[in-house]
């Protein structure tokens, strides 16, 4: 099969163009707009026999509606009208083929069209997978040499030097190298950088580790030159001094957004003031803060971009139950009295932390380390986390709808979806100041691997879900397409 | 279909909702497995045959049975219940 159409099909376009397909295609196959889908809910049924279906078409040449039982044929045979689109599916069958018939041109008119329904709806545009263009198949053609998936493989894995206690670095180092998305941008080759080849782009480093990481190579890396980077970077921006994993993950990421930032980056655009770099991309979210007067009930809200959640660990017992308690409507008391607008005086109030939007990457801090002028102590209190998570709970919209106890007209909720998968968790082991950090990565769906260092071990997600937990990473399990309309 | 019927259909097209049904189900056909299975069975059939000998009336023919057979249970339940709840609350209004 081609995408070059049929001569009839040809024939056909050189008389009348390709508009009749468009506009059958945007009222009634994908309805790009309100009026179009007016049309389409009262007008989609068999001239000849009045049903719906079974599979209904319209003719090409004279847009009779007709269905695929036997209706459309008999209308096509009669009036020797030939060609009759499926208006489930935007397909073109051509009856002197006797079979469907593909045009690339019409199949860029579909997708377009399909484009336009998402956004008249509101809803995420479907996923259409890579298609290689004429060079990607010139060069798939030229270059022979095919590396497989196989269910055993090791691809991905490599373990890191340690180059003195960088153990923390290390963790973090493969986290992110086994980060779905952040996988998928650098081994793309997405990152388009200006400075080629000056050796100062920290993004254009990761870009080479994860080379190095896919290589098929197995030995382990050194990572002296890219480490030293980031870390005299982040000293030298923060002030960062803790070999901690959490600080040296929030300043990796801070790093390499202001490497973006800092008109690095080509692709790089700014909407609405926010950063649109890849680091934000995948791991901002919005976390919003309601402040609610307890006299005159006046809500001040703010949103602030989040990179991780650091949660309490004292008490709660599991992850879920860590962010119950922090999405918790919380009562300020006299002692904290915050100036309200609206009453033109410092009042009481209630304060509760929601999440205003998800970032593809959820990172969860559990603060197991507790720095106080007395005594510093790590905290060992068990925190079940699981390996699937629905955020949904947490969320600005539905907590909203839970406190006015009107849960049932969300109509929304029906189709969100804000399931996410575990896929790697950072552990301290030992004490505060005699400790060693490893982390687990899931290399691939149902495969996980322990990274200690130089060495990496094959686990099961069992031991994962009974470690400690230090730091905790979940990928969106399902990712939601927004497209440009051209 | 009744003319009940046929409204319900004409209001879930004019809402959208019928495509945010279509997608939900194509979103979880797709995570299930279910389109690589189907793709595969269709990959053997095409091989059954020369090359330009199969038409798509004779792939859907052989294929449909065992694609709705494949559907998994929770799928079916989930997309049963979501339309079931939508309705209900539609019928308030
Ligand atoms: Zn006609
Ligand atoms: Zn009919
Ligand atoms: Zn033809
Ligand atoms: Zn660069
Ligand atoms: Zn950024
Ligand atoms: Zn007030």
């Not at chain 2, 097209?13 to 279910?34: A, Q």
Request: charge should be positive; proline fraction near 3%; hydrophobic fraction near 35%.
């Amino acid at each position: 099969m081609n995408d070059t159409g049929c001569l009839h099909l040809s024939n056909f376009k050189a008389a009348k163009g390709s508009s009749p397909y468009k506009i059958v295609h945007a009222f009634f196959v994908a309805s790009t707009s309100y009026e179009a889908r007016r049309y389409k809910a009262t007008s989609c049924l068999c001239f000849s026999c009045g049903q719906p279906g079974p599979r209904l078409h319209s003719c090409l040449h004279c847009i009779y509606f007709a269905c695929y039982g036997g209706h459309i044929q008999e209308h096509s045979k009669n009036k020797k009208h030939f060609l009759y689109v499926d208006l489930s599916y935007g397909n073109v069958f051509c009856a002197q083929c006797q079979d469907y018939i593909y045009d690339r041109e019409l199949t860029d008119i579909s997708r377009s069209n399909r484009v336009l329904e998402a956004k008249s709806l509101g809803i995420s545009v479907p996923y259409t997978p890579w298609l290689p263009n004429g060079n990607e198949v010139m060069a798939l053609k030229r270059l022979r040499k095919r590396r497989l998936i196989s269910p055993h493989t090791t691809i991905g894995l490599r373990g890191l030097q340690n180059l003195g206690s960088t153990c923390f670095m290390n963790c973090i180092v493969q986290t992110l190298i086994h980060t779905p998305l952040l996988r998928d941008y650098f081994l793309g080759e997405r990152h388009k950088c200006k400075t080629q080849g000056s050796g100062k782009c920290l993004v254009c480093e990761v870009s080479k580790l994860f080379q190095e990481f896919y290589s098929g190579a197995k030995t382990p890396l050194t990572l002296h030159r890219l480490l030293h980077l980031i870390w005299t970077h982040a000293r030298h921006l923060a002030g960062y001094e803790q070999q901690d994993a959490h600080e040296f993950f929030i300043a990796t990421l801070d790093v390499l957004h202001r490497h973006c930032m800092n008109g690095v980056e080509e692709t790089e655009k700014k909407e609405k003031d926010r950063c649109n770099c890849i680091i934000d991309q995948i791991f901002t979210g919005g976390l919003q803060s309601d402040v609610v007067c307890t006299s005159c009930s006046g809500v001040s809200t703010t949103i602030d971009p989040f990179w991780d959640i650091s949660l309490d660990v004292a008490g709660p017992g599991s992850l879920q139950a860590c962010l119950e308690r922090f999405t918790r409507a919380e009562h300020l008391g006299s002692a904290a009295k915050i100036k309200c607008s609206n009453c033109r005086a410092y009042r009481e109030s209630t304060k509760q932390l929601t999440l205003e939007t998800l970032p593809i990457v959820a990172s969860f801090h559990l603060k197991r380390f507790e720095h106080s002028s007395q005594i510093d102590r790590k905290i060992s209190a068990f925190v079940s986390f699981p390996a699937e998570l629905d955020m949904t709970p947490f969320m600005s919209t539905h907590r909203r709808a839970v406190d006015a106890a009107d849960n049932n007209n969300d109509p929304e909720g029906l189709f969100e979806d804000n399931r996410y998968s575990l896929f790697a968790v950072v552990n301290h082991l030992g004490s505060l100041d005699a400790g060693h950090y490893t982390a687990y990565v899931r290399q691939m769906k149902g495969s996980w691997f322990k990274c200690d260092d130089h060495m990496i071990t094959r686990a099961s997600l069992r031991e994962v879900l009974d470690s400690e937990g230090y730091l905790l990473f979940y990928h969106k399990t399902v990712l939601e397409y927004e497209c440009d309309v051209p | 279909m009744t003319v009940n019927n046929t409204i319900a259909h004409q209001r879930l097209i004019l809402s959208g909702d019928r495509e945010r049904f279509k997608e939900l189900l194509r979103r979880r056909l797709i995570e299930c497995g279910w389109r690589d299975q189907i793709r595969m069975v269709c990959r053997e059939i095409v091989k059954e045959h020369d090359s330009n000998s199969i038409t798509l009336d004779m792939l859907v023919a052989r294929v449909t049975p065992r694609a709705r057979a494949l559907v998994p249970d929770p799928v079916k339940k989930e997309l049963l219940q979501k339309i079931k709840t939508h309705l209900l609350t539609q019928k308030n209004l």
